[in-house]
């Protein structure tokens, strides 16, 4: 049933929903449905306590959750991680309900059912083949067959709950089948997917022996995202090569006579101020202090006496007249290179950290490859920098990661037992998950943060460290084989594979200055306070309902052409904004007066206006009074009644002069010629028809829509037989 319109309401609890007016009179409350593999909660309690459930933090639940809680209108369909033959039916009733109090549908899994689709095939089969280590990846038929059902399964729970005007969005990789799925279902259903991780090439995605079928299943959805172009246009040559279908230049691939599935790029972000407010909080400190006590940032008495004593023994053993040690001074014994190392030179001490999933994907081994040869090349950082490296373990009954946390140990083991000395080891290794209030104060304690996977879909680490340091200095060293590369381009970005390259990396962003750091900083900053989470969703959802609606879906700026307009706008030594401000700066609604610019908007414009190299124009239909009212304290120009008057900045302390457009009619012969446009047009095409002098009317055409609010000027020189460009 076709939509007619929807209007978001707000409750008194401050709690949104939006009702949704259809063609027929009827009212609905329209709903997001957000479906993923995991929900957002965990459970809490016991039988005897009762059961309730806990916030998860970071992944989904940190991206989409505060959406989810501000809606009173959304649900949250997902597995539940429950096993059910623990409980007994009165049980799980309350289980059910304490998921009801928070808008949780749970779905729960038989063991056969997880390690089939989620331990099997999402894991050992589309993990590593979309993150390119298709040598690691499993093609096992039972586990597809799995992956199938649960699929299905997921399909039936949703289906008593979707409703007339509802919208669903799919998460992710484990999910992938649902969307046609439902699409069977319910033919109109605005449906959107999108994946958290990255999209091979099509040379290594056709290796998967069920492809197709995973393309047609997300090809059900009409808006399909990716964290970056690049995977975007991964995903449509794979549809390409193997389905035969090509898309339109607006990412638009057919699928019906009436439906496209519309497929962009959404780089997904943080809540930049619940990092940058937990960095601050009394436990996030306990942990920066003691962080940089241990490392000698903050050195106590007991480090600074064990480093003088190390120093005073390489100063004895190098005289002829040495005790035990001096005898061996000519052989260069590793701890006497290493304390003489760190004697020789100041430098201040330094903290490097790392905060990771210890998977194969985010390229631990190299990482420490890389630490271990900038202690080699660059021995005068012996006991002034130390690297804390959390590595939370996954997985650990799988033989590639057993190896892998073999290998990490391996490794650190080897770095400590070359480089320590008596008083310092370079690497302060943490295998457990800690909670986020010490993450953040391990991130806030880092001088450096390394963060170097072999791929990734984004990694979000890189801007919790970020935001961390709000206003701070700190290095970020960054893989190019992330997402995040492609946004925060002031970090030292490396090949993660080039040993070399990491270490030059890291030696320069130690050697960085304060002030250049603190430069690249706020750069990087300022973009990811501007792409957070809540605002990722909102652009998804936004774009989302364009695509659905047929008058709405050629008009959106894909990501590829923002990025465009950046690149020029970043090239470009001088720039002119034109900006409209009716339904641009501010949504459209009934009354004129009630459309004032906010405080956000105000300060936007002033930022940008006092930009260097930018020329800012605020163009509008409304009188000078009101454009002198609301504007008149920018750095702007000034453009009112749509082009019949014009005011530049106004000078220091002064006022603004209005100049109104030359060669213009007195407003009264104006207003006379223009009053019956559509009743008159031969009179008044008769009046142009000798072009003499067509530049007045540029400015006629433009007070006539203002004043008298005729139809739009294209239309009006269509009525008159001419085009626009004739004229205006």
Known sequence: MPTVGKVT???????????????????????????????????????????????????????????????????????????????????????????ARRRCVPLFLAHDEVAGYYSGFSNDTLWPLFHDFSHEAVFEPSTWGMYQHVNRLFAQALEPLVHEGDTVWIQDYHLMLLPQMLRERF???????????????????????????????????????????????????????????????????????????????????????LYKRTARSTLAKAMKRGIEEVSGKRPG?????????????????????????????????????????????????KVVVSVDRLDYTKGLPERLKAFGRMLEK?????????????????????????????????????????????SWTPIHYITRSLPIKPVCGIYAAGDVALVTPLRDGMNLVAKEYLACHDGRDGSLVLSDMCGAANELTEAFIVNPYDTEAMCEALHSALEISPAESRRRNIAMQARIKART?????????????????????????????????????????????????????????????????????????????????????????????????????????????????SSGPAAAGGQREWIRSANLPDEARGCRLFATPCSRPSTVCRDRSSRRNPTPWRGIIGAAISGLQPPSATSFLRSCGSSAADWV
């Not at 909660?41 to 009762?50: F, H, K, T």
């Open 533 to 645: 989470a809540a605002q990722w969703s909102a652009t998804f959802l936004d774009a989302l309902g364009q695509v659905t609606n047929e008058g709405l879906a050629d008009r959106r700026l894909r990501m590829s052409q923002c990025n465009e307009l950046l690149s020029r706008w970043n090239a470009a030594d001088r720039k002119l904004v034109l900006c409209d401000y009716d339904g641009t700066l501010t949504p459209l609604v009934r009354s004129p007066e009630r459309a004032r610019p906010t405080r956000a908007t105000i300060d936007l414009l002033q930022r940008l206006g006092d930009a260097s190299g930018v020329d800012l124009a605020i163009v509008s239909g409304r009188d000078r009074e009101t454009m002198d009212a609301w504007f008149g304290g920018l750095p702007a120009t000034l453009i009112a009644e749509h082009g019949a008057w």
């Open 378 to 422: 660059y021995p005068e950082w012996t006991g002034h920098v130390t690297y804390y490296l959390l590595a939370t373990p996954s997985r650990e009954n799988v033989d590639t990661y057993r190896h892998l946390k073999e290998q990490v140990d391996q490794l650190v083991g080897q770095i400590n037992g070359r480089f320590s000395l008596l």
């Open 301 to 349: 008495r007991r480090y600074a006496t064990s480093l003088t004593a190390e120093s005073n023994a390489v100063a004895e053993a190098i005289t002829k007249e040495g005790t035990w040690w001096s005898h061996y001074a000519h052989e260069e014994l590793p701890e006497l290179t290493l304390a003489r190392s760190a004697a020789a030179e100041y430098k201040p001490n």
């Open 9 to 99: 309401c707000m409750w008194r609890d401050g709690i949104r929903a939006t009702v949704t007016f259809l063609d027929d009179a009827e009212v609905v409350v329209s709903r997001l449905i957000i479906v993923s593999n995991r929900l957002p909660v965990s459970l809490d309690g016991d039988a005897e306590r009762g059961f309730s459930l806990r916030q998860n933090v970071g992944g989904l639940a940190t991206a989409i959750g505060p959406y989810h809680k501000v809606h009173r209108d959304c649900l949250w369909v997902g597995w539940s991680g429950i096993d059910l033959d623990k409980y007994d039916a009165e049980q799980i009733r309350s289980i059910r309900e304490a998921y």
């Open 187 to 273: 033919p109109r259903l605005p449906m959107g997917w999108f994946l958290h991780v990255p999209f091979p090439s099509p040379e290594i995605y056709r290796s998967l022996p069920w492809n197709r079928e995973l393309l047609d299943g997300v090809l059900g959805a009409d808006l399909i995202g990716f964290h970056t172009v690049d995977y975007a246009r991964n995903f449509l040559s794979s549809v390409e090569l193997l389905l035969h279908i090509r898309a339109d230049d607006e990412g638009r691939i057919p699928m019906t006579t009436d439906r496209y599935a519309t497929v962009d790029a959404f780089p997904i972000g943080i809540d930049y101020d």
